[in-house]
Nanobody, 125 residues
Framework: QVQLVESGGGLVQAGGSLRLSCAGS????????LGWFRQAPGKEREFVST????????SYANSVRGRFTISRDNAKNTVYLQMNSLTPEDTAVYYC??????????????????WGQGTQVTVSS
């Protein structure tokens, strides 16, 4: 399994931007489909975005499409989530995850077998 560590969370005003990063370990990082999920207080963890291991295909939840952009740099073993036009509804703990399941799009929790510890994103109104 790959080890994942998120960073880049913080407090931002509504309308602002944040860029999350997730660094992975291991020489097989480039073979994993990577995803971002989030969990708000009192809610279940939900899918945000995913990027195919090849980097050629992405998928987004309807709630973030057009505002968030996922990307990866396999040379740096890192996946990113650029978040623009943030709203208070985006407040959550954000998790990155790695999937070796050959299904696309990988937008379900069970499809991922490695998870980071999470990074808090708080958007103030």
């Amino acid at each position: 399994q790959v080890q994942l560590v998120e960073s880049g969370g913080g407090l931002v005003q509504a309308g602002g931007s944040l860029r999350l990063s997730c660094a992975g370990s291991g020489r097989t990082f480039s073979t994993y489909t990577l995803g971002w999920f989030r969990q708000a207080p009192g809610k279940e963890r939900e899918f945000v975005s995913t990027i195919h291991w090849s980097g050629s295909t992405t998928s987004y939840a309807n709630s973030v499409r057009g505002r968030f952009t996922i990307s990866r740099d396999n040379a740096k073993n890192t996946v990113y989530l650029q978040m623009n036009s943030l709203t208070p509804e985006d407040t959550a703990v954000y998790y990155c995850a790695a999937s070796s399941v050959p299904v696309w799009p990988a937008n379900l929790n069970w499809q991922y077998n490695s998870w980071g510890q999470g990074t808090q994103v708080t958007v103030s109104s």
